[in-house]
């Protein structure tokens, strides 16, 4: 069971509003008793933050407003002693603009460590392609005093770093090392499939009003990213045995073995798949409601997609995305039980959960009256784009509301004291004023909370009686046909166990005929387990009022 720290809106202990080490230090019992195994930092080295820390300018520093290197010794060592591992987030597509590479890049545009990046000519005064960054506007950038112009994939500030010279790959897997011996427990790795690039760099057809094409045809085109990962495999990840999950998005189709099967690039990979249902044509203003039906048959083909082949890595929301609660639920289930519902169909679903923090409280997305509010780079660019595209102001607000990171970086809320118990002063980005309802300390007093709910569900997973079926069962899609129902069973081909997960997501009672004598109900998502238990006996069926969720032994 994982679990995904933001860290500069985790815990804030000394007072400046910015989350850091020792505040995460000082959570890892609760994380422990919720269940987790394994704690992924959002990363933590010294950057600019123009892209809150995914802007590295030391890889070998830990940035000052989290805290020192000792305090991360001491980190590691805290989690060590409560058996936890501890994975760091591997951002090598791109660095900082102010990284010394970088720096010295710029010095001396024909120099060695120019070549550690894309410095490519411009054509009769533009850029070499049309390329737009996935933050917006164009993805080269002049370098100043010549006629080349530089790769940024995302932001300006994040130049793309060159994967074809050996000598960036051995800088970067030394950097990787340096890491792994500290005792790290392996990596989250970021939008790494981005860091193979066609040398030729071939414009594309123009996708959107400002005549350019999105960078994503490139990565979509160009083959060869696997020999690149398997280079870095080998030299680094492989030698520690560690543990990686990667983000990677675009990957071409019958991939999935080579990336995340036995031997595969990964240990795993993010699934995004209902994630990406929700990306517009163009950008946020083009978003599409998802009915409910698409977006559990998204999820169940991409289960199966992956059995036999490996395990991809759940999730339901992460700093990229909205709040799961706020996006996957229907309006009538946007409560504690829905939330509870989402919680069950998600982490027993086969692969490896990741909660993002926030989650395990039902924490929501949060409205704002103004972009000024907004701090992310991504959420300014899109709302830009609504406007340009003839959104009026508040259609264009909605579009953020909806979809910008900013909702799930929103500060933990703690307890309901000043500033969700996050920190002493003004946090860096304003709480989300639902914290008085919804926060840890008021659901750790609660039996039926969200937070309880979710101690439920992973303490079932990693039963000893059910861990092999949760880990290593088959997953089977079940009551396809049934109205507002998202159920599967779980079959252990290793000791017979079948388990099935049920949840009604409509607004309506739904039964399920049940195929068999003797089934057992595990769990309840609205404390239920014994009147299902003697529906069960009676009738052999199970009825699931609106937003029910039930786990039972088949
Ligand atoms: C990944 C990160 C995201 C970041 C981007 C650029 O998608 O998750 O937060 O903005 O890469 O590093
Ligand atoms: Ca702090």
Not at 92 to 115: M, T
Request: proline share 5%; glycine share 6%; with cysteine.
């Amino acid at each position: 069971m994982a679990y995904q720290i933001y860290p500069k809106s985790f815990m804030d202990t000394n007072g400046d509003g910015i989350g850091d080490l020792r505040g995460i230090i000082s959570k890892l019992d609760y994380l422990k008793e919720l269940g987790i195994d394994i704690i992924w930092l959002s990363p933590i080295y010294q950057s600019p933050f123009v892209d809150q820390g995914y802007d590295i300018s030391d890889y070998y520093k830990i940035a000052e407003e989290f805290g020192t290197m000792e305090e991360f010794d001491e980190l590691l060592e805290e989690a060590k002693k409560r058996n936890m591992y501890l994975v760091m987030d591997l951002v090598v597509n791109h660095c900082s603009d102010q990284h010394e590479w970088f720096q010295k890049a710029l010095a001396d545009p024909e120099g060695e460590y120019a070549d550690y990046f894309y410095f490519v000519k411009g054509k009769n005064g533009n850029p070499p392609s049309n390329y737009r960054s996935y933050f917006g506007g164009s993805a080269w950038e002049p370098v100043p005093g010549t006629d080349k112009y530089y790769l940024h994939m995302f932001a300006k500030e994040q130049p793309d770093l060159n994967w074809e010279n050996p000598k960036l790959r051995r800088e970067i897997y030394k950097m990787i090392n340096w890491w792994l011996d500290k005792g790290l427990a392996g990596f989250r790795i970021d939008a790494i499939i981005n860091i193979k690039k066609d040398p030729a760099f071939p414009s594309f057809e123009p996708d959107g009003p400002d005549g350019l094409a999105s960078c994503v045809k490139m990565v979509e085109e160009v083959q060869g990213v696997g020999a690149l990962l398997e280079d870095m495999k080998r030299e680094t990840f492989e030698r520690y045995d560690a543990f990686t999950v990667a983000e990677v998005f675009n990957m071409k189709d019958d991939e999935l073995r080579e990336f995340i099967g036995e031997d595969g690039h990964f240990s795993t990979m993010f699934d995004f798949s209902a994630h990406e249902l929700f990306q517009g044509q163009n950008g946020w203003y083009g978003c599409r409601p998802i009915e409910f039906r698409e977006w559990r048959d998204t999820i169940f083909a991409s289960q199966e997609e992956a059995q036999g082949i490996g395990f991809k890595a759940n999730i339901i929301e992460n700093h990229d995305e909205p709040r799961g609660a706020s996006r996957f639920l229907p309006e009538h289930a946007r409560n504690e039980k829905g939330k509870k519902a989402l919680a069950a169909t998600s982490v027993l679903l086969r692969g490896i959960p990741f909660i993002y923090q926030g989650q395990e409280i039902g924490m929501t997305n949060c409205r704002r009256e103004d972009i000024s509010e907004y701090d992310d780079i991504s959420t300014k660019d899109q709302y830009r784009e609504a406007l340009n595209a003839g959104c009026t102001k508040e259609e264009a607000l909605q579009c953020c509301y909806e979809n910008s990171r900013d909702n799930a970086r929103t500060p933990m809320q703690w307890s309901a004291d000043a500033n969700a118990g996050f920190s002493d002063s003004a946090p860096w980005l304003a709480v989300n004023p639902n914290y008085t309802e919804i926060n840890v300390e008021e659901q750790q007093k609660r039996p039926d909370s969200v937070l309880s709910f979710y101690k439920k569900l992973i303490a079932l997973r990693k039963s000893p009686v059910y861990r092999e079926t949760f880990t290593y069962g088959r997953f089977v899609p079940a009551y396809e046909e049934a109205d507002d129902i998202f159920a599967y069973r779980r079959v252990s081909e290793e000791n017979g166990q079948e388990i099935l997960v049920a949840a009604n997501y409509g607004t309506k009672p739904r039964t399920l005929k049940l195929d068999r004598e003797g089934a057992r109900a595990l769990l309840s998502n609205d404390g239920k387990e014994k009147s299902l238990q003697i529906q069960i006996e009676r009738e052999r069926a199970v009825t699931l009022d609106s937003c029910e969720a039930a786990v039972l032994l088949l």
